[in-house]
């Protein structure tokens, strides 16, 4: 599989990047927007990704796109902050922030008047990828051929093969509240020791890695997650992604996390909260360019 867009599935993530977000103000200035924005994404270190009011927008539908539902969990919410189009920029060769600043204006102005800015999370690469609360994000990942099955779409019309679904949620820690816990309460919130990484045998039903083995659903529920942490003033969390051929192994994950299974709440709700949820298609490549074919043949 080559047509994909590279930054879904280069590992480690990388040490700088930004999220961006984006409303809908002229539809009929989009088709243009579009064009440039496909133009622009071949020399970019990017991931783009269309919500489905974009896709409607244009007079289309992908097949498995959805807004991101607002899920009331057992005592838990999910709130849902969807937005039209999403923009992962990765920060090149220096890790410069500034270099990613000047990189988004020039995506606004080339978006404009389509499109709007409407929300920006900067996040970053914590060790070697690493949540804040210090434990190792991604070992579980599917790897190589496995990312792949997992992550992209394997077949489909033109347009469609190479595609994927992502699942983003800005979580904020409580950290205060997390590292006053003992070592044996955090680990079993997790479900992983943090001294060295190992999965707790005996860890409770709500811990995180139970709640999401992603062996332990029928079917099997893998995806490629690209999590990096966020600071912003004294608050601070993971912004959560997710890549998937599908938004269902994220869906039923975030529904079991949320005691919607069997009433029994991820330990992570303890010490995190989520903030945003949004659900997004990110079209295949075409000779390095978008390939934006599944819209335009509606
Ligand atoms: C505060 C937010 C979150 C934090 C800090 C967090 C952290 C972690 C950590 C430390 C692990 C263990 C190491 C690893 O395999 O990566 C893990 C595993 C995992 N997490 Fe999360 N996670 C968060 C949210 C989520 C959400 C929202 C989902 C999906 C709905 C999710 C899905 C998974 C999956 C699928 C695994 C691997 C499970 C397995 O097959 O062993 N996580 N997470």
Not at 68 to 86: E, I, K, M, R
Not at 162 to 191: E, N, P, T, V, Y
Not at 204 to 221: D, G, L, M, W, Y
Request: hydrophobic residues 45%.
């Amino acid at each position: 599989m080559s047509h994909y867009q590279r930054g879904i599935l280069a590992t480690p993530v990388p040490a700088q990047a930004r999220h961006l977000f984006f409303a809908l103000e002229s539809v009929a200035d989009l088709p243009a927007a579009l064009d440039r924005l496909t133009q622009w994404l071949a020399g970019q270190a990017a991931v783009v990704g269309l919500g489905e009011s974009l896709v409607k927008a244009m007079g289309a539908s992908i097949n498995g796109l959805r807004p991101f539902p607002a899920l009331a969990g057992v005592g838990v919410d999910n709130p849902s902050t969807q937005h039209a189009l999403w923009c992962w920029l990765h920060s090149g060769e220096g890790d410069d922030r500034g270099d990613l600043l000047n990189r988004s204006q020039a995506l606004q102005a080339l978006l404009a008047p389509a499109l709007r800015l409407v929300m920006m999370n900067e996040t970053f690469r914590h060790k070697t990828g690493h949540d804040l609360t210090g434990y190792e994000d991604g070992t579980e990942n599917p790897h190589d051929d496995a990312a792949i099955a997992a992550a992209l779409v394997s077949h489909g019309a033109d347009g469609t093969v190479g595609g994927s679904f992502a699942a983003i949620q800005q979580w904020q820690h409580d950290l205060q509240r997390f590292h006053g816990l003992s070592a044996g309460a955090k680990d079993d919130i997790m479900g992983r020791r943090l001294s060295d990484n190992v999965e707790l045998e005996d860890a409770p039903i709500s811990a995180h890695v139970k709640r999401t083995a992603q062996e332990s659903f029928a079917p099997e529920a893998f995806v490629v997650r690209r999590s990096m942490p966020w600071i912003d003033g004294d608050r601070a969390g993971l912004m959560f992604l997710a890549f998937g051929f599908s938004l269902d192994a994220f869906e039923v994950q975030l529904r079991r996390m949320s005691g919607l299974e069997d009433g029994i709440v991820d330990g992570l709700y303890q010490i995190s909260q989520p903030l945003t949820g949004g659900y997004y298609w990110c079209p295949p490549l075409q000779d390095g360019h978008l390939d934006l074919r599944a819209l335009r043949s509606a």
